[in-house]
């Protein structure tokens, strides 16, 4: 059974360019999370999705980012115009469902966006 | 504002000695959640405790709660090298899916 996958592994953008990261939930998960990891800092959550819907975009920035999780396909984060302060490793997690309360979410290996 | 925060920040041990790791969060919490993170790499789930347990165990790791501090502690007994990580404490709170992470204790097992 396949983790979460996570592509690219590492992407180098200059400013002003777009990135696009993908993220495939392990089978059988429906709900998908995106954090964001500075250099020595803990995850910061931008997004949780299930198929089709946005569920909770708080940790998000208003401009420039945005995600969706697809009916067929993996969840895309994409970041318009990046800004040297969007490098940071960027992680996917999965969990077959939303309980109350929690699920354990299971993570991908990250992909580490460097803006020049 | 920061909720888990992992305390020390840094621990250096030897080989067979054991590790213990602090977490503290500010409000009240549905599960608390420890992760392990190798240098450069994803996150690895290594224990998940829910608000009306007290304490959890699995292999040599050993992980309490004690919601009146609104504190937990993670255990590792009989370090090995390989367990040089950092390790992170998530909560999860009220009706929220999302995990709010602290900054990590960075554990070195010296061999």
């Known amino acids: 059974n396949a983790g979460v996958m996570q592509n690219p592994r590492h992407l180098v953008r200059r400013r002003g360019q777009e990135a696009r990261l993908r993220c495939s939930p392990m089978?059988?998960?429906?709900?998908v999370y995106w954090y964001r990891q500075l250099p020595e800092e803990g995850l910061k959550f931008m997004v949780y999705?299930?198929?089709?819907?946005?569920?909770?975009e708080s940790g998000m920035p208003k401009e420039r980012f945005s995600a969706e999780f697809p009916k067929e396909g993996p969840s895309i984060l994409r970041i318009q115009q990046v800004v040297r302060g969007d490098s940071a490793a960027y992680f996917c997690?999965?969990?077959?469902?939303?309980?109350?309360?929690?699920?354990?979410?299971?993570f991908g290996p990250g992909t580490r966006l460097l803006v020049l | 504002s920061q909720q888990g925060e992992e305390d020390p920040q840094a621990l250096s041990i030897q080989e067979g000695e054991n590790a213990t790791m602090n977490c503290s969060y500010k409000t009240s919490i549905n599960n608390l959640q420890w992760y392990r993170q190798n240098s450069g790499r994803g996150l690895v789930h290594l224990i998940l405790?829910?608000?009306?347990?007290r304490e959890k165990h699995s292999g040599r790791l050993r992980v309490t709660l004690d919601t009146s501090k609104k504190s937990s502690s993670l255990l590792i007994t009989a370090s090995r090298a390989a367990d040089t990580a950092s390790y992170f404490c998530?909560?999860?709170?009220?009706?929220?899916?999302?995990?709010?992470f602290g900054k990590g204790t960075k554990l070195t097992v010296n061999p």
């Open positions: 405790i829910r608000s009306n347990e």
């Open positions: 089978k059988g998960h429906s709900h």
């Open positions: 999705l299930q198929k089709e819907n946005i569920i909770d």
């Open positions: 997690a999965s969990s077959p469902r939303g309980l109350p309360g929690g699920e354990t979410q299971y």
């Open positions: 998530a909560t999860a709170q009220g009706g929220s899916e999302k995990l709010v």
